[in-house]
């Protein structure tokens, strides 16, 4: 019989909307006197062919914002998992990714499989029709972890609004820690069948589709090591994976996936807001889980976000 996570432990990583509504530490903001820094990296980069993927964590000197990489770093690892840093409006696109790269590389190495930087905006294709990330459309993505690839697995996941949507697409994050106690104490039996591995579709560029790459993609729900509960988990991708390789769920499952997807989109559980030009986000990607509503693109305003992994 699968063990667990302890309660005391999983208790201690636990929070509810009310709790983080109550506090003011997981939000940041740029630093008082950020215009030197600022203004030193767009003149780097106008020397560089590819800034993008020239930048590293020692190419411009930046220690303000690099103090706040690090304040965020500590509020991810040992705080809420969750940080807001509410921007400055009025900058275009090449200056706000390259700030947010440069917030990034201060906490860790990118993970570079959707390339360092990855727009996020509506393509106008569906996930439904074929393996595309979500985030390529202007549908609601469904309460997740990135990374539908057994050997990836991102540690912080950052989002920077470059424009945001005229009508939709609200921000949501959850604690898996929240989540789990409320699992295990309506039905703990559900909840020890999502420590099981499950297989996932793959969609990540690069990756041999073949069904038995497939059949090898797969992994739990909940994990628990060395103190730490950890989560890794979209619903879309677990029933495609299992319907490719014709691997049916049980009833079971169903019914235990059924009881995680409504307490992740609990109210009392679900931490909303959105996101304005210059905002960003990072987030502990094992722990906390996130979501976006369906938005709607105008031709005067399309929804842009940039998205980093980082490890």
Not at 239 to 267: I, Y
Not at 291 to 304: A, L, N, S, Y
Request: glycine fraction near 6%; aromatic fraction near 8%; include cysteine.
């Amino acid at each position: 019989m699968i063990e667990l996570a302890p309660r005391e432990e999983v208790c201690a990583q636990a929070w509810k909307a009310a709790d983080i509504a109550s506090k003011s530490n997981w939000k940041f903001a740029w630093p008082s006197d950020w215009q030197e820094e600022v203004k030193a990296l767009q003149d780097w980069a106008s020397n560089q062919d590819h800034p993008v993927e020239s930048l590293r964590a020692d190419s411009v000197p930046t220690p303000q914002f690099d103090q706040l990489a690090q304040q965020i770093k500590q509020e991810i690892a040992h705080g809420s998992g969750i940080t807001w840093i509410q921007g400055i409006d009025g900058f275009d696109q090449d200056t706000l990714n390259l700030l947010f790269l440069n917030i990034s590389l201060a906490m860790g190495q990118t993970i570079d499989t959707y390339g360092r930087l990855y727009g996020i905006l509506d393509t106008g294709r569906s996930y439904k029709d074929e393996a595309i990330p979500v985030s390529q459309t202007n549908a609601a993505t469904g309460v997740h972890t990135d990374s539908s690839q057994r050997t990836i697995q991102p540690n912080i996941l950052g989002l920077c609004c470059i424009t945001p949507a005229i009508k939709g697409g609200k921000s949501k994050v959850v604690s898996a820690a929240q989540v789990h106690e409320a699992l295990r104490e309506r039905e703990p039996g559900k909840l020890a069948l999502l420590y099981d591995n499950y297989i996932r579709d793959l969609v990540t560029p690069g990756s041999d589709k073949n069904l038995q790459n497939i059949l090898n993609n797969h992994f739990p729900i909940f994990s628990y090591e060395k103190g730490k509960l950890s989560i890794r988990y979209m619903r879309y991708w677990i029933e495609k994976g299992h319907q490719r390789v014709d691997q049916p769920l049980t009833k079971e499952v169903l019914q235990a996936l059924d009881m995680l997807d409504g307490e992740l989109n609990n109210e009392e559980n679900v931490v909303s807001f959105y996101m304005n030009s210059g905002d960003m986000i990072f987030i502990d990607n094992t722990r906390i889980l996130h979501d976006r509503d369906e938005f709607v693109d105008t031709p005067e305003q399309k929804r842009v976000y940039t998205r980093v992994w980082i490890n």
